[in-house]
């Protein structure tokens, strides 16, 4: 009986962990990666720019005003840069919904393997 009800754990963990394992890449597929780097802001005249380096070559954008508002005073500023798309920039963490996600496929991974391990140990000696 015990068996069993492992198993049927095993299994729907696993099919859960392959739902959420899936929506992960194709979320990493469509966002793309974020490496972080260090960026300078400069107040000039006519707004802020934000200036960053980033495979081997230095880049600037203009800041809005809600990005202005959101750095700090510091001239130094952590940044994420799109890994395949240098000139991108953003001024905040990547949405952590990815990396919760992925944690969540992995641990569910996990008991589908404990569970199926219960299930074939429990099968062999009773």
């Known amino acids: 009986m015990v068996a069993t009800v492992a198993e049927v754990i095993g299994w729907i963990a696993f099919g859960g962990s392959l739902f959420c394992l899936l929506l992960a890449v194709v979320i990493r597929m469509a966002d793309g990666r974020w490496l972080p780097t260090d960026a300078v802001v400069v107040d000039q005249e006519h707004g802020s720019t934000v200036r960053w380096f980033a495979e081997g070559a230095f880049h600037q954008r203009r800041l809005s005003d809600d990005e202005r508002a959101y750095v700090v005073d510091a001239d130094e500023e952590r940044a994420y840069y ?12 990547p949405p952590a ?22 299930s074939t140990v429990l099968m062999l000696v009773g």
Do not use: C, K, Q, Y
């Not at 799109?82 to 963490?93: G, S, T, V, Y």
């Not at 919904?97 to 219960?118: D, N, S």
């Open 82 to 93: 799109r890994e395949r798309e240098p000139d991108r920039l953003r001024l905040h963490e």
């Open 97 to 118: 919904g990815r990396r919760a996600i992925r944690v969540v496929g992995l641990v569910l991974l996990a008991i589908a393997g404990a569970a199926g391990l219960t």
